[in-house]
Structure formats: C-alpha cells, structure tokens
C-alpha cells in the first residue's frame, strides 16, 4: 500500500510522479546511510580492527568463520575482517583524494575559462580536449611506469584524467552565470573578479560541482581498484579492497570466495549508493533550472 497521501484533484501522471520523488527520496536516505557507514569505517577502521591485518599464520589458511573471526581467514592465514575493515582507508579516501583534486583543477579552469573568454577560454578548451583523449586507467598505467607502482601516482592520474569532465560541465554553467546581470553590477561596483566569482559565481554553481563531484567518486573507486588489482596501486600485503579481489582470486577457484566476495561487494554498495545519490542530486539541479 503507496505511503504518499493521495491528493484530491491530481491526474494519475502527478500522482505517479509524486510516488516516485517520495520513493527516491527513501534511496538517497539509504545510500547516505551506507556512504556514511562506510566513511565512518574509512576513518577509524585501523582502531577497531580486532587483529592485525597483516599477521599470518599459514595453519589458519582459508579456516571458515568463527565467533572471533567473522569472516575466516585467507589464504595467508590473516583475518579477513580485519583486512577488510583496514582495506577501507585507501579504498574510499584514495577515491575522495582524486575527486578532490580533479574539482579543485576542474572549477578553476571553468571558471577562467568562462571569465577570461576570447583566446583563454580557446586554449583551455584545447587542453581539456586532448586530456579527454587519455582513459584514466591509460594514464594511470603510465604513471605507475614512470614513477613506480603505488597509490599517489594513480590517483594523480586519475585526477588529471577527470578533470575536463568537470571542467566542461561547469564551464557552461559558469557562462551563463557570467551573463547574468548581478555579475554586471558587481563589476560596476569596482569588485574584483576574484571577489566576484568567490563569492557569487562558484556558491551559485555548487550544487553542480557536488553532483559532478559525487558521480565521479563511484568511478574513481572503481578505477583505482583496478589498479590495484592489476598490481598497479596499493602493493600488498598492505590490506586493499581492491587488492583483496586480486589476492583472493585463488581462493574463489578452490571454492573459498569470502575474500574476493566480501572485497568486491563492499566496493559495489559503496559504488552503487554514491552513483544513486549523485543521479538524484543531478535530478534536482535539473528541476531547480
């Protein structure tokens, strides 16, 4: 039975999509729950972890779960829930490190972009167009081939690959703002340009970077998983969702999965909740238009 009051006078189109904004709003509540859970075990998941991640002892190889060991061990002997509560750090704050830092390159060239105009907005327009050419997962392989595996230099990459899809977007938000009239009357003020876009121009475009900024976060997890799968990223033993897919392939083939499993479906929620939540606050942006 529908929880949305039925409204006396709306068509059945009308009702259906009060129905629907009233479900989504449910989603989003459920996907900040488990994007806060797992920011949670991000950060203080090194405290809590009941037994050292890294600690080994091949008698306990692939010994199922037990009341001190929720998930078993793997085929090094080390408690799989430890790992996995450890693993979290690099696996969601490596992610926000990229998504921040492709924000911070992408608002700023919108937004001189879109201010500057004329040969300025041309030659940025250039260089997003020729970074647009490079995967992330290419960039962040070349990185690693130059500098040596390891998590900073992938998600350097990474974040240099991101960086024209945010700049882009808001590049044509920042335009018509520029047009708008409250940044002609600030200009008449003798208010400088950085005051300007600092205080008007980026706070009226926020609510874009955060859903640009939240849909971008799901593929950065995914991509720098892969790199760690591919031994690209973060080096074992150091405990990595990514890492724990690769590492406990073995163990799905002779029918011991709780490593690759447990690993692989942390990285969905968390990927699926941030791109449910992204898609939602997109939505909304587009409404408020």
């Given at each position: 039975m529908s929880t949305v009051p039925t409204v006396p006078g709306l068509s059945g189109a009308a009702r259906r999509r009060t129905r629907a904004i009233a479900g989504s709003g449910k989603v989003a509540v459920v996907c900040l729950i488990v994007i806060a859970v797992a920011l949670l075990v991000a950060i203080i998941g090194s405290a809590v972890a009941p037994h050292d991640p890294n600690a080994s002892n091949l008698n306990n190889s692939f010994v199922g779960p037990s009341a001190g060991h929720l998930l078993g061990f793997d085929s090094q002997g080390r408690d799989l829930f430890s790992r996995l509560l450890v693993g979290a750090r690099t696996s969601i704050l490596g992610p926000a490190a990229v998504v921040v830092l492709a924000l911070i390159a992408g608002v700023l060239c919108a937004i001189v972009a879109a201010w500057r105009g004329g040969w300025v907005d041309s030659a940025i327009s250039v260089v997003m167009d020729i970074l647009f050419a490079f995967p992330g997962i290419l960039l962040a392989v070349l990185a690693a081939a130059v500098f040596g595996p390891g998590l900073t230099a992938a998600a350097l990459a990474l974040a240099v690959a991101y960086t024209?899809?945010?700049?882009?977007?808001?590049?044509?938000?920042?335009?018509?703002?520029?047009?708008?009239?409250?940044?002609a009357a600030g200009e008449v003020q003798g208010l400088s340009a950085w005051a300007i876009c600092s205080r008007h121009l980026v706070p009226n475009v926020a609510p874009l970077i955060v859903s640009q900024g939240t849909l971008l976060f799901g593929y950065a997890m995914v991509d720098l998983a892969a790199i760690s799968f591919i031994g690209l990223g973060v080096q074992p033993p150091q405990a990595d969702w990514g890492v724990m897919v690769a590492t406990g392939q073995p163990g799905v083939l002779q029918g011991y999965p709780a490593e690759s499993l447990s690993a692989g479906l942390c990285i969905v929620a968390v990927v699926v909740a941030v791109n449910l939540l992204g898609e939602r606050l997109s939505q909304r942006n587009e409404e408020q238009r």
């Open positions: 024209p899809y945010i700049a882009r977007v808001l590049r044509s938000a920042a335009v018509r703002e520029r047009a708008r009239e409250y940044i």
